[in-house]
């Protein structure tokens, strides 16, 4: 007979009780992965490096073996949380820094001044990240070896704003591009392969800097500085 709250064979108050379940389950489960990402950003701002084991996070945590492979198939999935964390903090940092300015233009320069300070090859307390973001890097790199569409897609919240930047910019007539879409690919690899190359530069003095960068993107966009 179909409870008298609904047409369901199940009684409402069964259901009720289950949904209450699986939500608190769910809350655990995203307490014990959070529980774990922590840890693992711990050992990289100590260590900086990714050269760790899954016991050792399983040591700083407190968690089980068991915890561990419910929220990540492995390590490489781990440290894939963490560069997804890293790339929502540094499209965060973006966001702020280029609402700071009005003008389309200024904001594309703010863009990619920053840019740049998030790829600097080196750790220093200058950057604007909260952990160590060099040994997440090299590992996005090795991993864009092997799956370059997952690296993308995990870049994305840093791809997007730049393209709505690079819009609005053609959109007010400061710079010129038949297609905004590769014109903000082309500046965003510009920034991300001179930490590439920067990063085997030991004198500071020879490294591409980001004014360098932006002068040239100018020339590209057919920018007048003026505007």
Excluded at 203 to 208: A, F, S, Y
Aim: aromatic share 8%; glycine share 4%.
């Amino acid at each position: 007979m179909a409870d008298r709250e609904g047409n369901s064979e199940e009684p409402l108050w069964r259901q009720r009780a289950v949904r209450r379940s699986l939500t608190t389950a769910q809350a655990r489960a995203e307490d014990r992965a959070a529980d774990l990402v922590r840890a693992a950003w711990e050992l990289i701002d100590e260590r900086g490096t990714t050269e760790f084991t899954v016991q050792d996070v399983l040591a700083r945590s407190g968690q089980s073996v068991r915890t561990f492979y419910q929220a990540f198939g492995g390590k490489d999935e781990l440290l894939l949380a963490l560069l997804e964390d890293a790339v929502r903090e540094q499209a965060d940092d973006l966001r702020a820094v280029v609402d700071e300015e009005s003008e389309p233009l200024a904001r594309l320069r703010a863009y990619t001044i920053r840019l740049y300070a998030w790829c600097e090859p080196a750790d220093t307390d200058r950057k604007p990240s909260s952990h160590k973001q060099l040994p997440i890097a090299e590992f996005a790199v090795q991993l864009s070896n092997l799956d370059p569409a997952r690296v993308e897609a995990t870049m994305e919240p840093v791809s997007l704003l730049l393209l709505e930047l690079v819009d609005d910019a053609a959109a007010a007539g400061v710079i010129r591009t038949a297609n905004p879409e590769r014109a903000a690919g082309l500046l965003k690899q510009l920034v991300m392969y001179s930490w590439h190359r920067n990063r085997y530069i030991k004198d500071p003095e020879l490294r591409i800097t980001a004014e360098e960068i932006w002068d040239f993107c100018l020339h590209g966009f057919g920018a007048d500085p003026a505007d």
